[in-house]
């Protein structure tokens, strides 16, 4: 399979895993604790992939402009996520007085859309590197795709959307995932400036997204799940002979 068709492919997978977070959201008998291991696992796979690989192959490509188009995208995020909307986090979102009765879950739609446009372009942009890069990305960005789902699910219901919504309002975020991969396939020439800003993007959503909620649980369990995904990252980087 070409890597072009093989970033659809992964692509989609990973939008469907965004519509699977949803459905969880809407079905009680799922035991929602374990939402929490796929949040630790993913902070530490998503950190170590943006920091070990996406970072120096930015820099490689661009070195005089790619330090700074990571911090753009860092900042970008952070514009979106936590200057534009209310206060949310990954999981079950619980407060709902900050969304009823306003515009604000719309917002929060709206942050969690442009960071699955990004997903797609991390994953778009590591296929036009190498397989290897691509393949990487992809496993980070799929490890936070049903807590994301999760989450937008979540903001939507507490808004007093419905079900339904909440669902569609997760697979929304799935096909802005696939938009981002194409739109990075059609703009090949544009890697220099795609990778550097999906860099970023990573790195905030790991850092400040994923592990305050992993701060936030009492024990071991969480840490060692969090040192596990750095450990992934080690393991697929030999695997895959990077």
Known sequence: MSPFLLSIVLGLSAA????????????????????????SLGSGFMLSTAILEMVPESIHLSAQYAPIL????????????HTLTAHFH?????HAEQFLHSHKSYTVMLALLVHALFD??????????????????????????????????????????????????????????????????????MIGLGLPLSAGVTIYVAASDLVPEVNKEPGLAMAFTFFAGVAMVFALERWLGM
Request: proline letters at 1%; hydrophobic letters at 50%.
């Open 120 to 189: 797609g372009i991390a994953i778009g942009s590591g296929f036009l590197v190498s397989k290897s890069l691509g393949l990487l990305i992809f496993f980070a960005i799929f490890l936070h795709k049903i807590p994301e789902g999760f989450t937008v699910g979540s903001v939507m219901l507490a808004s007093g959307k419905s079900k339904m919504t909440a669902v569609n309002a997760a697979a929304g975020l799935g096909a802005a995932t696939v938009l981002g991969v194409l739109a990075m396939h059609s703009l090949q020439s």
């Open 70 to 81: 990571i911090l753009c995208g860092y900042c970008l995020v952070h514009f979106f996520e």
């Open 16 to 39: 469907l895993a965004n519509s699977v977070g949803g459905w969880i959201l809407v079905r009680r008998q799922w035991e929602r604790h374990y939402l929490k291991y796929f949040v």
């Open 90 to 94: 990954f999981g079950e979102e619980t």
